[in-house]
């Protein structure tokens, strides 16, 4: 932040010029009459494209998209009203996952507030559960500030998303707005590193432990500390599991590693995290339902160290006996440097190695499809932007995306959104566009924001949709088949639609893939493009026709 | 073990924050019993306290919940033996000669105030412990009451923190 300077401008003005301070390239959201100011204000500015998505929610993905590749805020606009509520699903989205972003909403004007106006709602209200934080703007004098806690707040401790509803009269009225104020965050102390009482306490029941475990989540990635990690259990040959978010921290070749915990994990993984170990080093995980299943099986024979940046995930759902409140990062430095000094475990054998088991995924209905494809695609051995939907295959790429080129895999985690996968993936690319983008999704996830396809088409993307296409919410009916005595009921998606079709109507490339042979080849074919395709992957005809069949519609 | 415990927050005076801690306690789904809210001497800074019941595990979560709000800048969950607490009531009265006496002797006896007479009613007012509160009501029931008001607790460590 510069020395404070104070300029008369609009508070558009003053917006953008807040954004480029922060050094924001990209902006993703929709117009409408409440932040107009803002779009008259972006036409002056070199610094930022405003990439225009086709609904807010798919431009609050595309922002995850891009924060997750760049690793700093992704920046969403939207108008009030709809543009409004319409972004709730992105904001929870990254609240759970601890995405970073900045969130601005155009607000009517201060005088009609409360006054049930046109395309009002009460945003601030709406979206305080779904943010880490979020400010109406009441004063012109506040505009500046709260845009720079914004960024501030969204990208320290615990990342996540920050909303700013700003009236139109703000953006619209010349003010001496004054920029590089010192931030006064009184009540926002986020902690750095760990405590050393803790640290030692955790490093010594470590050295003590018999059969210990890492626990990896995806708080490992977000804090940028995969190498502190990698070399922390190489060196204490410590075996690793993880959670979903937690993909790719550790490569699955590695001997260390056993795998995924959790309702859809591995057998091997799931039985030492409830039964065998008696240390286990939670780090960057709260512990959710999913990765914990029944809680009271969960470390009930372990010490539980759990090292969080967020002091209100520790203890929350499991109790922890050794606690770590500390950015990941920080902390493991700090233990490397202390093992560094004094060893610990130097001659203990490590005691699981190598020991892989299979996954816990039903493999009914043509599962063997998705496994197949999804490892084809991890053959390819280029960089690649790969994100997920929701559903069955997001559960499939969990376990067989394991190409480390093919990183960070972006998925929804903690909210399962459908539909984050396709924008997600378009964000990605704005975010890196040397590589191309793959976007994985069952039929029922693409439906939800297929309209997107439209921007990949728009900036001729290199971009790959592959929709596993069955005809049917698969996963509802895998729940069905198992907990609801095979009553099936609303997982049958109707009359098949024409994905390629689809693609060529909204200007891109249709592909469909109805035999094995053809599923590598098609994705080569499809990634060689370099243009915006999808691919429809008939999971039927995969699975039971005999000859090779492939058709494109160009 | 589920208990009641007393959690006194200070907040930024910011537009909006009673409804962050109100939202917070909800959707966690932390019990209220009572929250009270009002200005500290400090300008800007208001103060609640709240009583809410449940286990260790609980509190300690609605303590670290609350503080990761941003504009909560203290949490601190009251040691209750180590405190002291005050609730205030407001009650109404139908009122008659006859029962005057008895009234006017529970008023003095407790310490409360007559507010006002007029109209065949009083408005008196007591302020105490909780009990004490209870008592009062208790001692008032043979009479007609009218309207009662009682605000939530309020309170303060004793000693420094």
């Known amino acids: 932040m510069g020395s404070a300077k104070n300029l008369e401008l609009t508070g558009a003005q003053a917006l953008v010029k807040v954004l480029e301070e922060k050094g924001v390239t990209h902006i993703f959201g929709y117009p409408g009459g409440a932040n107009l100011p803002i779009f008259d204000a972006l036409r002056q500015s070199r610094q930022i494209q405003f990439v225009l998505a086709r609904h807010e929610q798919g431009a609050a993905h595309m922002a995850e998209g891009f924060a997750r590749i760049k690793n700093r805020p992704g920046v969403v606009l939207a108008t009030s009203g709809p543009g409004a509520t319409n972004l709730v699903t992105g904001l929870a989205d990254a609240l759970l996952d601890s995405i970073p972003l900045v969130a601005l909403t155009g607000q009517i004007p201060r005088e009609f507030i409360g006054t049930d106006a046109f395309q009002e ?18 004063e012109e004098a506040q505009l500046v500030p709260a845009l720079e806690a914004a960024f501030y707040i969204a990208d320290t401790g615990r990342k996540g998303p920050v909303l700013v509803d700003i009236p139109k009269d703000v953006l619209t009225n010349s003010y001496p707005h004054q920029f590089g104020l010192p931030l006064v965050l009184p009540g926002y102390n986020p902690t750095v590193i760990g405590n050393v009482g803790q640290v030692k306490k955790a490093l010594k029941a470590l050295n003590k432990a018999a059969r210990p475990v890492v626990l990896v989540g995806g708080g490992v990635v977000s804090a940028g500390a995969v190498p502190e990690l990698l070399e922390f259990v190489r060196k204490l040959k410590l075996p690793v599991v993880r959670t979903l978010m937690g993909t790719g921290v550790i490569p699955v070749e590695d001997p260390l590693y056993i795998g995924l915990v959790g309702t859809h994990g591995n057998q091997a993984a ?9 240390v286990i080093f939670a780090i960057g995980t709260k512990l959710g339902n999913r990765a914990t299943m029944r809680t009271q099986l969960f470390s009930r024979n372990a010490t539980l160290i759990h090292l969080d940046i967020d002091p209100a995930e520790i203890s929350k759902v499991i109790p922890a006996q050794i606690p770590i409140v500390g950015s990941i990062k920080e902390t493991l430095r700090d233990m490397l440097r202390r093992i560094q000094e004094k060893p610990i475990r130097q001659n203990q054998i490590p005691w699981i190695i190598g020991k892989k088991s299979s996954h816990l995924l039903a493999t009914q209905d043509q599962a063997e499809v998705l496994e197949l494809v999804i490892k084809a695609l991890s053959a390819i051995d280029r960089p690649l932007h790969v994100s997920t939907d929701v559903g069955r295959h997001q559960m499939w790429a969990n376990h067989y995306c394991t190409n480390p080129k093919h990183l960070p895999l972006l998925t929804s985690g903690g909210l399962g959104t459908m539909g984050f996968g396709l924008p997600a993936a378009i964000g990605a690319w704005f975010a890196q566009p040397d590589r191309s983008a793959v976007n994985l999704t069952g039929d029922g996830s693409f439906m ?3 309209q997107e396809f439209a921007v990949a088409v728009e900036y001729q993307i290199p971009l790959v949709v592959c929709v596993f296409n069955d005809g049917r919410l698969s996963m509802i009916r895998e729940l069905q088949n198992a907990q609801y005595g095979k009553r099936h009921i609303a997982h049958d998606l109707g009359p098949r639609i024409d994905y390629m079709g689809f693609a060529k109507a909204m ?6 893939v109805l035999h094995e042979d053809n599923i590598g080849p098609m994705l080569l074919k499809a990634l060689n493009g370099g243009r915006p ?3 429809d992957f008939d999971l039927e005809k995969i699975a039971h026709s005999g000859h090779l069949h492939a058709v494109a519609n160009q | 073990m589920e208990h009641r415990h007393i959690i006194t927050l200070e907040v930024e005076d910011k537009p909006g924050v009673l409804s962050r801690i109100s939202t917070l306690f909800s959707r966690r789904g932390f019990n209220v019993d009572s929250l009270t809210v009002g200005h500290t001497h400090r300008p800007g800074i208001s103060r609640f306290t709240i009583v809410v019941q449940g286990n260790d595990q609980v509190v300690e979560q609605i303590r670290k919940q609350s503080q990761k709000l941003i504009h909560v800048l203290t949490v601190q969950d009251l040691e209750q033996k180590r405190s002291v607490m005050r609730e205030f009531a407001i009650i109404k009265l139908d ?3 006859e029962d005057s006496k008895e009234i006017n002797e529970i008023v003095d006896l407790y310490g409360g105030r ?3 007479s007029g109209e065949g009613q009083l408005i008196v007012e007591f302020s105490g412990t909780e009990a004490k509160i209870n008592k009062v009501f208790r001692k008032l029931e043979k009479f007609k009451v009218l309207e009662s008001i009682r605000t939530g607790k309020i309170g303060m460590q004793i000693g420094s923190l």
């Not at chain 1, 709602?121 to 009441?138: A, Y």
């Not at chain 1, 200007?507 to 469909?512: I, Q």
């Open chain 1, 121 to 138: 709602v009460d945003c601030l209200n709406i979206t305080m559960p779904v943010t880490k934080h979020n400010e109406l703007v009441h």
């Open chain 1, 270 to 278: 799931n039985r030492l995290v409830q039964k065998d170990a008696d």
């Open chain 1, 448 to 450: 939800m924001n297929m």
């Open chain 1, 507 to 512: 200007g891109g490339t249709g592909y469909r």
């Open chain 1, 533 to 535: 395709c999808i691919i």
């Open chain 2, 95 to 97: 009122y008659n000669l």
């Open chain 2, 114 to 116: 007559m507010l006002d």
